[in-house]
């Protein structure tokens, strides 16, 4: 056996994962206990309700896709003379400022807690008492807020407070949540605790249903009842591409993420970037050069549905245009051969919570990116595209790796550095995390701190670069886990907590 280990983007979830693998808990068991707990501990990142993916290999090598990612509203109406309101919000982040849409007219059809109540039913062993009981217990007692967090709902301080509900919980008694303060959700600690009765209808049907469905109504939102008792988790096959005599298996249409990534692999590939030298000037060239072809290639395809698969890597990619949003990620080996990658994000966030539930639901129909066609203008029903793309590599039979990260489109790239550090040089899981990364966005690349002066010369005055100088959570926020090597990291960028279990 190999021993248990726990990656995520925040020491409470990496907690709550340990504690349910501590009561006999596997892989699948721990990482939904994750998931509740960001939803808690991470709230500008993650919510039950928004969406993701699951990526898991059980330990007898079977692997699946549980796709629990948003749907777009609207089911069972005519559709709109003119997409619904949405309240357009300033995010000013350090070197720019970005306008994203919130509000009751932003919410599409969340996914996380169906997505997490299937596959703990599916997968998991314990009840599910046990797996919300880390949750219930950082809900009603609190969680205090860590810098990486305050920073987060710094950001998104006019979301979360433009509704009276979302001020009670974000700002008591006037004075918004900043670092150090005690954020408690006594209303989502008593939903979580009733879960193992009510199951989904606590959001997706009954009395919940009802009063968002009212409030949507009123505002002239698209989701109402059908969509919330409609929607479904999909299982997928991931979707498979070779690299160095290693299979990586990646998130599959309809999301993007899985097949840029593919494409990344593949290209570098092509280029013996172990002679080179890792972070030599020949290797940074190969990785930009990567990036670039990839960012270059992209076609556009606004329905977001083209037809790509392992085959057709190397000749297309579909384009892809997605939102700088809130994401986070969670990775679980349970020492039994069973392993679970698992990204989330509740977008920006809409700042409607459920009446009586303490959940933010998600502003994903908000997402200039995400709907390049405009907003509301795909068919209701229809999963929304995204770049999450939880990572497992295979090598000799034996899984080497598990990862995963939040960053919108630098999601691929911080995966392609990390993943390559591990196959192509050899390095240690934690040296490959906390390596300075590079991307490459379109125009200008982006270099953390840490890159030597004399490589980044040899790129030459054609690749025109930004060097900044601090580490930065827009690099990317990678949580991984390597079973064969007994070891965990988490990513520092993002306040990252990793632990590895005998």
Known sequence: MTPRAVASGHPAVTDAACEVLGRGGN???????????????????????????????????????????????????????????SMPVTVRFPGSAQEFHAGLGSVA????????????????????????????????????VNAHQGYFLHLLRPIMTSTAAGRALYAPGGRYLREGDVLRNAALADLLAGLPRTGATVLYGGDAAGAIARDMRAAGAALGEEDLRAYGVVERA?????????????????????????????????????AMGRGSAGHLRALVAVMREVEDRRADDPGGHAALDAEALATSVA???????GTTHVSVADGEGNVAGMTTSNGECSG?????????????????????????????????????????????GRVRLVAGSGGSKRIRTA????????????????????????????????????????????????????VWPVRDVYFGGVQAVAPAEGAAAADPRRGGAARVLG
């Open 238 to 274: 991931p979707l498979r591409v070779a690299y160095r005599g290693a299979e990586i298996l990646l998130n599959p249409l309809p999301a993007r993420g899985g097949a840029l990534l593919g494409l990344a692999f593949h290209l570098l590939a092509a280029c013996d970037v172990t």
């Open 109 to 144: 059809v969340p996914g996380a807690l169906a997505g997490y109540l299937h596959v703990q039913r599916r997968l998991g062993r314990l009840p599910l008492a046990a797996v919300v009981a880390p949750a219930v217990r950082l809900a009603r007692a609190g969680v205090r």
């Open 319 to 325: 384009r892809v245009r997605v939102a700088a949003g």
């Open 415 to 466: 995966l392609l550095q990390v993943a390559s550090a591990v196959l192509d040089f050899g390095a240690s899981v934690g040296d490959a995390v906390e390596a300075p990364r590079l991307h490459w966005d379109g125009a200008v690349l982006q270099v953390e701190p840490g890159v030597a002066e004399a490589a980044l010369a040899g790129l030459g005055p054609e690749v025109p670069r930004n």
């Open 27 to 85: 892989a699948f068991d721990a990482v939904v206990a994750a998931g509740y707990a960001s939803a808690v501990a991470e709230p500008a990142l993650t919510s039950l309700g928004g969406g993701g993916f699951l990526l898991a290999r059980l330990r007898d090598g079977h692997a699946l896709v549980f796709d629990f990612f948003v749907d777009t509203p609207g089911r069972g109406r005519p559709p709109a003379a003119a997409p619904p309101a």
């Open 352 to 396: 409607y919570l459920a009446p009586g539930t303490g959940i933010m639901l998600n502003n994903m129909m908000g997402e200039d990116d995400l709907h390049p066609a405009g907003f509301h203008a795909d068919p209701a029903g229809q999963r929304v595209a995204s770049m999450m793309c939880p990572l497992i590599v295979l090598a000799g």
